[in-house]
């Protein structure tokens, strides 16, 4: 089982370019299908095994299939999150914050929190981009360490309707690409 799924990482590491903020069809068709075939039942805690077919489902953009899944954990904190990552994927960024409020102050959140000010520390010409509010917010996530996932999801949502530049859509992917990292590393360790 085990090295099932580390195969399916292995190609879901490897993808490029990065998913996109909000995907508009599944990445890979036949990794879904495998992903669906996972017999996750021996992997012990039953919501550990839902949230990381959520997981995995949502890192190959197959949000209707990863959202079946994180229904049916919505009640835990991690599966709340994966409800949260999807519903932001989807465009649903009011749905995808009350998600982020109803998994709490999960551990992975103050990971991310300092992953994002490392990344964007490492960022050259993030002060000469033009100011805007996406600039000014990614400025403070990085020198605040002010990331949170409702405010990531708001900054989303400017980008994605036309208030961000390029560059500041490259290092958004970057980031929701470190936060999935780090919320799946969390979930599959917890089977």
């Not at 994927?89 to 749905?95: A, H, K, P, T």
């Not at 403070?140 to 949170?148: I, L």
Request: charge should be negative; glycine fraction near 8%; include cysteine.
């Amino acid at each position: 089982m085990k090295q099932r799924i580390d195969s399916i990482l292995e190609r879901l590491n490897g993808r490029l370019p990065l998913p996109t903020l909000t995907p508009s069809s599944v990445w890979d068709a036949k990794l879904d299908e495998e992903i669906a075939a996972l017999d996750t039942s021996a992997l012990g805690d039953s919501k550990a095994a839902i949230a990381l077919k959520a997981a995995l489902h949502l890192w190959n953009d197959s949000l209707e299939v990863s959202h079946s899944y994180a229904q049916q954990i919505e009640d835990d904190p991690t599966g709340g999150y994966w409800h949260g990552l999807m519903h932001r994927m989807e465009r649903d960024y009011g749905n995808g914050n009350y998600w982020f409020m109803r998994a709490g102050n999960h551990p992975v959140k103050a990971l991310v929190q300092q992953a994002a000010a490392d990344y964007l520390t490492g960022i050259v010409g993030l002060d000469a981009l033009p100011s805007n509010k996406v600039t000014r917010e990614l400025i403070r996530f990085r020198d605040e360490s002010g990331w949170t996932s409702e405010d990531f999801t708001d900054i989303v949502k400017l980008q994605e309707t036309g208030g961000g530049l390029p560059e500041t859509r490259e290092m958004l992917e970057q980031l929701q690409h470190i936060e999935l990292k780090a919320l799946f590393r969390h979930t599959y360790e917890m089977c």
